[in-house]
């Protein structure tokens, strides 16, 4: 995961500044975030299935050596056949395919070789790799591009999908079913993950191997979400703030060109500043969640994420806003642990896929109109009211949460309280 991130991250930010520069337009940046987005609203309905019907190691395999072979063939005409923005569009949307289902076997697969027990770290240690990828490309991605160009950082990044794919295969042996699990039960509530041995709110669920039929295993995701209402609201928490993190970067590039006058090395820092935080806070995540309640860590994350966002605009010091970056990069990383982990340990494997393509659905959504939105109030009104708005989606996802708390709790969301 360090690896392909490291080269993903690269990829985005280039791809992000080459836009911005081209056009000078935060709108045509939004088109390319709705295009990285578009395929989560149609892939995950057979993605979900799919990703419980076949070996979820060999499916993120397949995906990696297709995007080695997209981007690298993309920065090839890049580099002798001098195409442009179109090109660029088009990889963007291959890639987003790919995406939309990638992350949600990656998540599965995590699932499926971990013990519910070692969730938590597990997840760290996913979001640590992720983030010192990401960390790694910011360092380093302003000094490639003023040298190696946008067709040099895409066959960075091509070259990185193969070395996940060859980390994967790596992973085990053999072909593994998704269906192929003992029955075991899953656990409901907040703070499931730290509280294996207590009782939560939901009783247990008992999995048993689902009817075959393709329909009818979409019908029985459908009819699961339907009956959990703490993983409805843990998964609407997630993928807000998911859409949150994702379509702030229309603003956060116009911050460094337009405020911090900084090119593509400042935007390279920030993006530096946000993997530094994310790093951290997947490591100071256990600490603090042995120190206080999962629940608070979630809020006051979110509560961070919503505050700091609306007075982001208004900082003109690069230094500054790296810092406050990196802060809202380890907040990112503790909401992403919590509640991945909560969903996890609630929902039963052989619904694991499904249920993870139905937020990236909800998410991705949210996150197409978002990124158009921002980047239209960006050139029409200003990065003070796009950041104002953009405080507005952290702030939903601090309510969702505070809703998933209540249920965990047993008690009506509005009357929970520590």
Known sequence: MMISLFGSGMNFASVTWFILAQTGSTVDVSIMLILATLPGLLVPVVGGVLIDRVDRRYLAITLDLARFGAVGGVAALIAFAHQGLLLIYGMVLFNGFC??????????????????????????????????????????????????????????????????????????????????????????????????????????????????????????????????PSVMALGFTYAAMLAGVFSANVLVVALAKDVLHSGARGFGALEFGWGFGALIGGLAVGSLMRRTTIARVLVTALAVLAFGHAFFPFVHI?????????????????????????????????????????????????????????????????????????????????????????????????????
């Open 318 to 418: 690069l230094l500054v806003a790296v810092a406050m970056q990196a802060v809202f990069g380890g907040c990112r990383a503790m909401t992403g642990i919590i509640t991945q982990s909560s969903i996890m340990t609630t929902v039963p494997k052989y619904l694991m896929g499904r249920t993870q393509s139905s937020i990236t659905v909800f998410a991705t959504t949210l996150q197409m109109t978002m990124s158009f939105v921002l980047g239209w109030l960006a050139e029409r009104t200003g990065l003070i009211v796009a950041f104002a708005v953009l405080s507005g989606v952290y702030a939903v996802a601090l309510a969702t949460a505070w809703r998933a708390r209540g249920l965990a709790m047993g008690v009506p969301a509005e009357s929970g309280a520590d």
């Open 99 to 228: 995406s939309a289902i990638y992350w949600a076997t990656i998540n599965a697969l995590v699932q499926e070789v971990v013990g519910a027990e070692e969730l938590v770290g597990a997840n760290s240690a996913l979001v640590i790799a992720v983030q010192c990828g990401w960390l790694m490309a910011g360092a380093l991605v302003g000094f490639f591009y003023d040298r190696a160009g946008i067709a040099g950082i895409l066959l960075i990044d091509s070259c990185t999908y193969a070395a996940s794919a060859c980390c994967l295969y790596k992973l085990r042996r053999g072909y593994f079913h998704p269906r192929a699990t003992a029955p075991d039960q899953a656990r409901a509530g907040l703070d499931a993950p730290l509280a294996m041995a207590e009782e939560t709110a939901l009783p247990p669920i008992v999995e048993a191997l689902p009817d075959p039929g393709f329909l009818h295993e979409l019908k029985d995701g459908i009819r699961y979400l339907r009956s959990q």
